[in-house]
């Protein structure tokens, strides 16, 4: 394993292009000012993904690095939420129909209904942070 100081350097730049990836997409918003081709609901799923596994926010302290870069990826995310579902003119540009997928019933709820029979003697706090724990190792 390439190890950087105390950082896996595989890790750092998957870390990098993410944050270059949102800030893409945030200034594509702000540019164009408009939501077309951007499916909200694929950043509300991202958005569940994130908070539920980044709870271990308030349980662990990895390092000051691991703690900005979960909540920059919340504070992103939750951004583009906010600015497609609430702020003109991306909340009118935003094309409903071709955003299409049933996003709650088909991933969301299967998900969580999974993971609950999977882990169900887990308590819940546990059952969110257990993927991330193992990732860590």
Same mark, same amino acid.
């Given at each position: 394993? +390439?190890?950087?100081? /105390?950082?896996?350097?595989?890790?750092?730049?998957?870390?990098?292009?993410?944050?270059?990836?949102?800030?893409?997409? =945030?200034?594509?918003?702000?540019?164009?000012? /408009?939501? /077309?081709? +951007?499916?909200?609901?694929?950043?509300?799923? *991202?958005? +569940?993904?994130?908070? %539920?596994? $980044?709870?271990? =926010?308030?349980?662990?302290?990895?390092? =000051? $690095? /691991?703690?900005?870069?979960?909540?920059?990826?919340? !504070?992103?995310? #939750? &951004?583009?939420?906010?600015? +497609?579902?609430?702020?003109?003119?991306?909340? %009118? &540009?935003?094309?409903?129909?071709?955003?299409?997928?049933?996003?709650?019933? *088909?991933?969301? #709820?299967?998900? *969580?209904?999974?993971?609950?029979?999977?882990? %169900?003697?887990?308590?819940? !706090?546990?059952? =969110?942070?257990? &993927?991330?724990?193992?990732?860590?190792?």
């Amino acid at each position: 394993m +390439i190890v950087w100081g /105390n950082m896996n350097v595989f890790r750092f730049v998957g870390d990098m292009s993410h944050v270059f990836s949102i800030i893409v997409l =945030l200034l594509r918003l702000r540019v164009a000012k /408009n939501a /077309n081709g +951007i499916s909200l609901k694929t950043q509300e799923l *991202f958005l +569940i993904v994130f908070v %539920s596994r $980044y709870i271990d =926010l308030f349980t662990r302290f990895y390092s =000051l $690095y /691991n703690t900005f870069m979960k909540i920059a990826y919340i !504070c992103s995310t #939750a &951004t583009i939420v906010y600015m +497609i579902r609430k702020t003109e003119p991306l909340k %009118s &540009t935003y094309d409903k129909t071709q955003d299409s997928f049933k996003h709650l019933e *088909f991933a969301v #709820a299967p998900s *969580f209904g999974l993971a609950c029979v999977v882990r %169900s003697h887990l308590p819940s !706090c546990h059952l =969110l942070t257990r &993927t991330r724990t193992r990732t860590r190792t």
